[in-house]
């Protein structure tokens, strides 16, 4: 695993513990953060010993607190056009396709690029003081990195040209509500949290889990009928080896060891 200058990264059993580390930044994700993002799934997604991944940010106050908005004031049109491109196809697509469990640890503030980074991940688990929001529009701009559509793909269209047009931020528990987070803990609870849903995940089949991320990211690919990826993928769970353990396990009334 590579050395990184934005970035940690720890591994303990089988999870990666992947942490923005900008605090004084409030995290904010540069350019250099997102390409050491994207070598660190790169490195992960070929790990065989890593089966899950959990986001976060250092400190207490942020988990991202958008993008690093000192890089933005020299871009012109295609300069702005390569960077969404890079941030939402290169590293928001890649987690969201990820074939490996990512929880987002949102340990505070999750604004804008944060906010999208967080929308990118599988789940979302957030302490109870987090705040999050897309507040773009207050520098002239829109959220680049996904933020208008997998937002509106969680809360609903009316919620989230609301909260993309006022550029308020919300808090964890209308987040919650919303469908925006999964779970809202207590900071303490945030890490074991994240790890208890891995944990849960780990005891199923790795090649299921991966074959759901698959079918559901079908839901929202306009080039694919998600019906079709649901019932080929489910075709192509018959021929694993973790299908014959699964149903063994079932018919000898026991756990199954996937």
Known sequence: MSVFENILVKKEGRIAYVTINREQQLNALNTKTIEELMLTLTDLASDIDVWGIIVTGSGAKAFVAGADIKEFQSLGEEEGRKLSQLGSVKLMDRIQYFEKPVIA?????????????????????????AKVGLPEVSLGLIPGYGGTQRLTELVGRGKALEMIMTGGMISADDANRWGLVNHVVAAHELISTCEEILHQIF????????????????????????????????????????????????????KPRF
């Open 105 to 129: 640890a949102i340990n505070g503030y999750a604004l804008g690029g944060g906010l999208e980074l967080a929308l990118s991940c599988h789940l979302r688990v957030a302490v109870a003081e």
């Open 203 to 254: 005891s199923r089949s790795k090649t299921a889990v991966a074959a759901a991320i698959r079918a559901v990211n079908a839901h929202g690919d306009k080039q694919k009928n998600g019906y079709v990826v649901e019932s080929e993928e489910f075709g192509k769970c018959f021929e694993t080896p973790d299908f014959e353990e699964g149903v063994a396990a079932f018919l000898e009334k026991r």
